[in-house]
């Protein structure tokens, strides 16, 4: 069970790092031409051979650019989706490596490392419909209609505070439990608010959100493109998702 939940740990990691690799040459592509073409050179074999690698590489990025303007809320939900379910697979594996540790040195102890499908779905649905589709939606369609579309300071700060002190003590971390309620055998939605709000006030749970997330927000909404905002969003909720999820590990250990 260990060296599975070390695989499984692998594949993820490396997967979301190939993603993020490709989110900064986007962002570096829709910020620069990045790829102008140079003044001549003098070995035409080599030239040729750099041409060929630039444009396969400027294609793709070009694909994955188009994917995201084109179809934001499938780009959203796929993104987020995997990204939701891989960091809490990331959380498990760690978890259950640290009881098998445990377990090795007290063999009186019934060992219980089974994979928790049920939690890595709710962050699977968490993250394609809540920070995929509707994050899409509010990012993207009603704050520029309510703030406009400028990115100065102030239309910035305006939606960083509505952001932080409405929507996310209001609907991003309360969705997130109640999702995960939702989907678990032994709970139901009122549990899942009530394990919400112990969060709160016994883990510091909006206070560590607002630490990470109040400076990443200035850079969502004040320099990164529209279409590109929710995948930035989602290369750093990797890392808060995990946290999220000991967060929950951690709270249900000691209830």
Partial sequence: TQSRFIIISSITTITMTAFQSILLLVLAASSADAFAPVGPIAKPSVTSLNAVDIASTANLIGAVDTFYHTQPYAA???????????????????????????????????????????????FWLYGGLYQGCMQEYLYNSVFPSVFGDSQSWVTVLQEVALDMSILTPFLCLPVAYIVKAGVAQDENLFDGLSKYWNHVQNEQLLIKYWSLWAPVQVLTFGVIPHHLRIPFVAFVSFFWLMRLSNISAQAETTE
């Fill in 76 to 122: 959203a939900f796929v993104t987020c989706s995997v990204k939701a379910s891989a960091a809490d697979l990331v959380v498990q594996s760690n978890t259950d490596t640290e009881e098998d540790t445990t377990l090795s040195m007290d063999t009186t102890q019934e060992e219980n490392n089974d994979f928790d499908i049920s939690r890595t779905f709710a």
